[in-house]
């Protein structure tokens, strides 16, 4: 082949790869084990250079790793449940399945050409009845270990779609997709017991040496431990079995500027109380139709209703309190209730200056500070960056003396010993609620009965599938009025009865797949030998969106499997490594319509700043890709272009991997003329004359430095350095005056390094260079250590501050020869002209000053 060609040279060695069954993980007690897994993804059509950039990282892992000795798996699957499947369904009047496997193999298609080291005999989509089945059956078995139970529970309800919604599925108090006000309803919903394992998600977090900061942060935020109390304010004059509100605070020191108690809309005092009261009921159901995220109640105007019920303060019972119900408080967190502390919570002050509540500091910052302003005299809550940094001004038990700490110590005592309340750790984690009213997701296996009541299905009956005749043609579940699917008989007793229809939340799918992936066909979840073998993934890769549920249930599920005997001890952190990528950019190209509205267009949509017919787009450089922006780039066409190793080597080398990369034509473009020229240089290396030259140490020496940094970068994940690297040896290769065997060497070895990156031409230089076998099985380079040192070092010479020369020189030589050699350069005697110098000074390793 006389130029580089891509479209001949890749789909070639693909194929050499499919018939030697390269990349087939197989378990070996000969080799040390490698777990490589990106974060799978979603079906939806059409990848983008964003999944190329990701699956390519997990790629250059995986390949190195092969290379290095060991066995590795690299497996891809599909997270193939959830809405839009269902939306789409309702839009053609089809299945869902049918849109979703179609998308699948469209996908897979769009992978398969980027020449990904996977072991696509792995493969599974966890809408596949094999998969959700072995869902059901660890389903079954949590539930027998006492990790899933049910319960009444608040929800968002869409009552046009009779689903409920999660928190980001509410916009502005409606539905995303229907726009119906969204109710908040009690509903008996599916729970994972997740908070009984939140100390030790907690706590575990220390170890994860290799995941990102910022994400164990983000979990431990999440999680949310806390010290605080646990107590009581005595109610005066409130409905029967309503003596008393139970309060959870953090900062029990504050009580000393508490100025009224509220309740949620929901709490059991509200309930009872609306009963008897119109006005109060109406403001419950108005506070209903809000969303239950903490974004969107942030957000929302705080109101209140007065109750007229009274409370007594726990310090001084003299002390009372007005209970209102508030719109900004949610039963399931905490107690439901909270007392307001105006001075040092920005959300009370608002409330108390609505409704004229007192507002009254208990303490200020510990030093003056210009223009502070006492919340009661208009200031903002002072809310202190810790606790201890505060100067009490209204303390209790011990004044000013007392730091935040000892304050909140002494409070804690004050009510345990007054039998008012305890201190208690708390966390912000809540059970997971799993439980959801769609059709296209695991089917929930339970049964209800009449006689029995609620039983697990048998797991000889697994996979309960969802059903293929089914139609969207009405709001709500289809699962709920299909003729014949809900009926069945009752496993326990064989008595009539019905199927749950609820469906498993698409998080519990890829919750445990990454487990599911040792031993994809077993007949049971997992496969006990493959999964002590492979376990842990000894690298995940994801993007931070996923930083705090998808990982927190991820691990809660492998602790989950430990315990019901699906994954050994050592696998109840499940991912070793973790690596959170950057995003893929690009421009994007817009004009305005009439109303001034934008108007995208897509990147080929745009020549020279202009449309085909000649309009000027306005450019807004470097956002995220986003379909509805069109700013996306469609991988098939850069291979079609340029080739996939282009793609991959650009998607690489711009940036460090954990930062944005812009994808721009022009990079493109250049990537694929370096590869074309690394092709041409191996091409004429590999006609050059053989035998040794006087270059033939040089090349060899930067070799072995060039072996020694690219491993070392990719290792790192310093993939871009990496390639800065494999660039200057590139360079240092075209110019070396070598011999032909050195330069061979030399060639394949930059094959070598360049093979994690750009597999296909690095195959094709392999096998044009006499290569045994594919480059892929070959073993990866080792540095020689003693060919990266330098023995001798290159000085330059300058006369009077200008250079004149230079000259090498063993790196100990004696100061006085190397002076000699200096005034002997050709360049310095002309420079002095017969002249004796006045002095000369070697600087050793750096340079010689010749004075006149």
């Known amino acids: 082949m006389s130029r580089y060609d891509p479209a001949a040279i890749e789909p070639k060695w693909q194929q050499a790869w499919d018939e030697a069954l390269t990349f087939k993980a197989v378990r070996s007690d000969d080799k040390p084990k490698y777990y490589v897994l990106e974060m799978f993804p979603y079906p939806s059509g059409r990848i983008h250079i964003g999944h190329v950039r990701n699956y390519t990282m997990g790629d250059v892992i995986a390949r190195y790793k092969l290379a290095t000795g060991h066995a590795v798996l690299h497996p891809m699957g599909w997270d193939a449940f959830g809405l839009p499947a269902e939306n789409a369904a309702m839009a053609s009047g089809g299945h869902p399945k049918d849109w979703t496997y179609q998308n699948i193999a469209d996908m897979r298609a769009q992978m398969k050409p980027l020449g990904l080291s996977i072991d696509w005999s792995r493969e599974f989509a966890t809408c596949d009845p094999e998969y959700y089945g072995q869902q059901q059956a660890l389903f079954l078995d949590m539930l027998e270990a006492g990790l899933v139970y049910r319960k009444n529970a608040v929800v968002n309800w869409d009552p046009v779609d009779m689903t409920v919604l999660a928190n980001e599925q509410v916009e502005n108090g409606r539905g995303w997709r229907s726009g119906a006000v969204v109710e908040r309803r009690e509903l008996t919903q599916w729970f994972f017991k997740i908070s009984d394992m939140a100390d030790d998600l907690l706590s575990a977090l220390d170890g994860l040496d290799d995941w990102p900061a910022k994400v164990k942060l983000m979990q431990a935020n999440w999680i949310g431990k806390s010290r605080g109390l646990q107590f009581a304010f005595s109610t005066i004059d409130a409905p029967d079995s309503h003596d008393r509100i139970e309060v959870y605070t953090t900062r029990p020191d504050t009580l000393m500027g508490a100025s009224f108690v509220g309740i949620s809309p929901d709490h059991p005092l509200a309930k009872q109380m609306e009963k008897d009261n119109a006005d109060l009921a109406a403001f419950n159901a108005e506070c209903r139709r809000m969303g239950t995220s903490e974004e969107e109640m942030e957000k929302a105007e705080k109101k209140g209703f007065d109750t007229g019920l009274r409370v007594r303060h726990p310090f001084d019972t003299a002390w009372e309190l007005p209970v209102y119900v508030a719109n900004f408080i949610l039963m399931d967190y905490g107690t439901g209730a909270i007392f307001g502390c105006p001075a040092h919570d920005q959300r009370d002050l608002e409330f108390a200056r609505k409704y004229d509540l007192p507002v009254k500091s208990v303490y200020v910052p510990p030093v003056a500070e210009d223009g502070f302003v006492l919340p009661e005299d208009g200031g903002a809550a002072y809310v202190p960056p810790k606790p201890e940094a505060v100067r009490y001004i209204n303390g209790f038990a011990g004044g000013e003396a007392q730091t ?7 409070a804690v005592t004050f009510c345990e010993s007054n039998g008012v309340g305890q201190g208690v750790t708390k966390f912000r984690l809540r059970d997971w609620g799993l439980s959801r009213q769609r059709f296209w997701g695991a089917p929930i296996p339970v049964i209800h009965c009449d006689t029995c009541g609620v039983v697990p299905e048998k797991k000889e009956n697994l996979p309960v599938r969802l059903p293929d005749d089914v139609s969207f043609d009405k709001p709500g579940n289809p699962l709920g009025w299909h003729p014949t699917w809900r009926d069945c008989t009752c496993p326990t007793c064989g008595a009539p009865a019905q199927r749950e229809t609820d469906t498993m939340d698409t998080f519990v799918d890829s919750s445990w797949y990454f487990a599911r992936f040792t031993a994809p066909h077993a007949a049971t979840p997992t496969d006990p030998v493959e999964a002590a073998y492979w376990m842990n993934v000894d690298q995940y890769i994801g993007g931070i969106e996923h930083a705090i549920l998808h990982l927190l249930y991820a691990r809660f599920f492998a602790r989950a499997m430990n315990v019901t005997g699906h994954l050994p001890d050592a696998a109840r952190e499940p991912f070793n490594a ?15 319509d009439a109303d001034g509205r934008p108007v995208y267009h897509f990147p080929e949509e745009v020549t020279d700043g202009k449309l085909a017919d000649g309009r000027e787009v306005e450019v807004i450089p470097s956002a995220k890709m986003s379909k509805s922006k069109r700013n996306v780039v469609d991988p098939v066409e ?22 944005d990369v812009e994808w721009t ?12 020229r690394v092709y041409r240089i191996a091409q004429d290396v590999s006609t050059s004359d053989a035998g040794p030259q006087a270059g033939d140490e040089a090349l060899l020496r930067e070799m072995h430095k060039t072996i ?19 660039y200057a040896f590139t360079n240092t290769l075209a110019k070396s005056d070598a011999g032909g065997d050195a330069k061979r060497q030399a060639t394949r070895t930059l094959a070598q390094l360049m093979s994690p990156m750009t597999p296909h031409l690095a195959e094709e230089i392999w096998q044009l260079l006499g290569g045994e076998g594919l480059i892929a099985n070959a073993p990866w380079p ?9 023995d001798t070092v290159t000085l330059p010479i300058q006369v009077n501050g200008k250079r004149r020369g230079e000259v090498t020189v063993p790196k100990d030589m004696p100061k006085a020869e190397v002076e000699a050699l200096a005034l002997a350069h050709h360049n310095v005697i002309k420079a002095l002209e017969g002249a004796t110098p006045k002095k000369v000074i070697v600087v050793p390793g750096r340079i010689v000053n010749v004075v006149l």
Do not use: C
């Open 578 to 592: 973790l690596f959170t990528q950057g995003m893929v950019t690009h421009a994007i190209y817009q004009t305005r």
């Open 782 to 790: 080792v540095a020689d250590a003693a060919m990266m040192v330098e």
């Open 404 to 410: 935040g700490n000892e304050a909140i110590d002494a």
């Open 708 to 726: 020694h940094d690219v491993t070392q970068g990719v290792e790192s994940f310093g993939f871009n350095a990496s390639i800065a690297r494999l």
């Open 638 to 659: 850069i291979i079609s272009q340029f080739g996939a190793d282009t793609a991959r080597w650009f998607v690489l080398s711009d940036s460090p991997p954990e930062r």
């Open 665 to 676: 034509a022009s990079g493109a473009e250049a990537t694929a003329k370096h590869l074309a």
